[in-house]
């Protein structure tokens, strides 16, 4: 069982930016993939970055290619997503999930975390 715990969203300016981390308590956290997904109101949530075991392969999406950095540190079982030159269409609860796989489809990912509110408005 991993538990994973978001924290470090908040209310940023256009342009501005913010960190995200993703802590997992459970033993096996450097045993999984990780990503970040996000959920903007009336809209499914959507992938935003994936990150590998090893953490040397990566993976965006498009909108926030150039922008935004996943990372991990599997010594402190925690995975960061750097979010730079934010937008307002950045808007919306961001979730990180672990997996078995190194994927960008939410129905792959085994266990989440609560979620973090992310707001970019001037």
């Known amino acids: 069982q991993e538990q994973l715990v978001e924290s470090g969203g908040g209310s940023a300016r256009p342009g501005g930016s913010l960190r995200l981390s993703c802590a997992g308590s459970?033993?096996?956290?450097?045993?999984?993939?990780i990503a970040w997904f996000r959920q903007a109101p009336g809209k499914e949530r959507e992938f935003v970055a994936r990150?590998?075991?090893?953490?040397?392969?990566?993976g965006l999406v498009d909108a926030v290619k150039g922008r935004f950095t996943i990372s991990r540190d599997n010594a402190v079982n925690t995975v960061y997503l750097q979010m730079n030159s934010l937008k307002p269409e950045d808007t919306a609860v961001y979730y990180c999930?672990?997996?078995?796989?190194?994927?960008?489809?939410?129905?792959?990912?085994?266990?989440w975390g609560q979620g973090t509110q992310v707001t970019v408005s001037s």
């Open positions: 459970g033993r096996t956290f450097s045993n999984y993939g």
């Open positions: 990150i590998s075991v090893s953490g040397q392969s990566t």
């Open positions: 999930g672990a997996s078995n796989k190194y994927s960008n489809r939410a129905r792959d990912y085994n266990y």
